[in-house]
């Protein structure tokens, strides 16, 4: 393996019939991208000729069997499998599931055993992924069980980051899953981020309320008023700037969210519709809390264009650089937390 300082990026390739590849394709078409990172797709070569057969993309790879064989000036493929995998594209096949999880374990094994600096996880379909070794919700909770940490799924822009008290979550179970403890944790969890990953000494922060109108003094539900409430007060007398809470319709209508580093939504759609209303295809999603960094693009699998040469990738490559920013970010703050300066 060449020395080099630039950050090695391990990809895994999502479901093989959507448009993971496409967009990972797409995205080192411009060979300058080589200059800002060495990419390891976690995949197998026949499989990406595939997909550039069948898109008419000309993107050179290298293949290789070794992490130890990695070229930093090309795109290299780490042959994970040799055998030939049946392609549908725009199909969701059980298939194109147990492949997308053989890319994902892979790439988190170099992942968690530092032969890769970060991971960028193209899109997977929740269903057909699940098995026996794969039994989450979605790429955060899987990646909480492999590393380190207490997981929290922002979805960002330059002028935007989401946080969700609750993820993948039935819409039913939200309410009785939000406890002080919970809310303690994510708030918790989104300062560190904030000061760690992107460099905000005094981060501010405002929690959306669960009901609608935060309940209306009890009228609409009383979760506001008894839990979020006092939760929220307690944590800022701690010292944070914490908010809240603040009713999810107007806090976006009014633009209010400009006014904060980031913001906790309650439960899974109440912070990403807008998010996607407001940056949907650029917004990228970051998994913060974890001993290792982790991002993906906001869109999902696109079955409906796969193969069409239609897809954006535009937000993949914000998820690339998102994670190289992350990552530096954490390595310079590191290092001015180990070796503070001391008052005399």
């Known amino acids: 393996m060449d020395k080099t300082d630039k950050i090695i990026v391990g990809i895994s390739i999502g479901d093989l019939n959507g448009i993971g590849v496409e967009v990972i394709l ?14 390891v797709l976690f995949g197998a070569t026949k499989a990406l000729s595939y997909h550039k057969k069948a898109l008419g993309l000309e993107t050179p ?36 599931g147990n492949y ?36 989450t919700p979605g790429h955060t909770e899987y990646l909480e069980e492999k590393l380190d940490g ?24 939200v309410a009785e899953t939000i406890t002080p403890e919970l809310i303690k944790s994510k708030v918790s969890t989104m300062h560190n981020s904030l000061r760690k990953d992107f460099g905000i000494n005094k981060p501010k922060i405002a929690v959306l309320s669960l009901n609608p109108h935060c309940g209306d003094n009890g009228i609409i539900g009383e979760e506001d008023d008894a839990i979020i409430k006092p939760t929220v007060a307690e944590i800022a007398a701690s010292g944070m700037l914490v908010f809240g809470p603040y009713a999810a319709d107007g806090f976006f209508g009014s633009e209010t969210y400009k006014q904060f580093d980031g913001v906790l939504a309650t439960y899974h759609d109440q912070g990403l519709a807008p998010f996607k209303a407001l940056s ?47 990552y530096r970010s954490r390595e310079e703050y590191k290092e001015l937390t180990q070796n503070p300066l001391k008052v005399r």
Not at 62 to 76: A, F, R, V
Not at 150 to 173: A, C, F, Q, V, Y
Request: net charge neutral.
């Open 150 to 173: 207490n997981s929290l799924m922002i979805l960002m822009t330059d002028e935007l980051r989401i946080g969700l008290i609750t993820g993948h979550i039935p819409i039913s179970k």
């Open 61 to 96: 790879v290298h293949g290789i069997t070794s992490i130890n064989q990695i070229n930093n000036n090309k795109i290299n493929v780490l042959n994970i499998w040799k055998e030939e995998v049946k392609l549908e594209l725009g199909n969701a096949t059980k298939e194109s």
């Open 26 to 39: 797409k995205t080192f078409e411009d060979k300058r991208m080589l200059d800002f990172c060495t990419p």
């Open 100 to 135: 997308a999880f053989k890319s994902l374990e892979a790439a988190v094994d170099h992942l968690k055993e530092n032969k890769i600096d970060v991971l960028v996880t193209a899109p997977i379909n929740k269903e057909n992924i699940q098995s026996e070794f794969f039994k």
């Open 280 to 326: 949907f295809g650029k917004g990228v999603n970051f998994t913060a809390g974890l001993s290792h960094v982790r991002t993906s693009p906001d869109h999902g699998t696109g079955y409906d264009i796969a193969g069409k040469n239609q897809a954006n990738p535009s937000s993949f490559k914000e998820a690339l650089f998102t994670a190289i920013q992350v």
